[in-house]
């Protein structure tokens, strides 16, 4: 790290980011170009990336952050602008809990869902062990025979980063 972003705060570098979505934008053009010119070595910048991403979660999943951005929201009411920014403050995530419902038809429910969960999770497993050319098994429901086949797979190269 160079000098000059040692004698900066925290603070000061969060808010280097304080930029439009035109400005964000042009952000991601000028690293990406810099990586694809060989200006930038890309493990670098990923790696830099990655402790971004983690530094953003912690300090957006602090409850002390949290509980002093919400007070300082409501301050302004529950929908506002500010600087760049439209901001609304919201119930998110809502869950509910059906444990003390006393409900026996959902405890039914429930056990029903669980039991076809693993019974789909069982024969998707089978499926996967199946050989590519297929095989032939009796159905049970018309008694005659079909080929099955394993399912088909896709996936995506990714470098995947463990941060220390």
């Given at each position: 790290m160079n000098n000059e972003l040692l004698n900066m705060s925290a603070t000061s570098i969060v808010a280097l980011f304080q930029t439009d979505k035109t400005e964000r934008k042009s952000f991601?053009?000028?690293?990406?170009?810099?990586?694809?010119?060989?200006?930038?070595?890309?493990?670098?910048?990923?790696?830099q990336i990655k402790a971004m991403e983690e530094i953003i979660e912690a300090i957006k999943s602090d409850q002390r952050y949290r509980d002093v951005l919400i007070t300082e929201a409501r301050n302004n009411g529950s929908k506002?602008?500010?600087?760049?920014?439209?901001?609304?403050?919201?119930?998110v995530g809502t869950k509910y809990d059906y444990s003390m419902c006393n409900d026996a038809k959902i405890v039914e429910l429930k056990a029903k869902e669980a039991q076809i969960k693993s019974e789909v999770k069982e024969r998707e497993d089978f499926l996967k062990k199946v050989p590519l050319e297929g095989i032939e098994i009796l159905d049970n429901d018309t008694a005659e025979l079909i080929r099955i086949y394993p399912p088909s797979k896709t996936s995506t190269t990714s470098v995947v980063v463990t941060m220390k």
């Open positions: 991601v053009e000028q690293v990406v170009n810099s990586v694809c010119e060989g200006e930038s070595k890309p493990l670098d910048i990923h790696l506002f602008e500010y600087q760049n920014a439209k901001i609304d403050i919201r119930e």
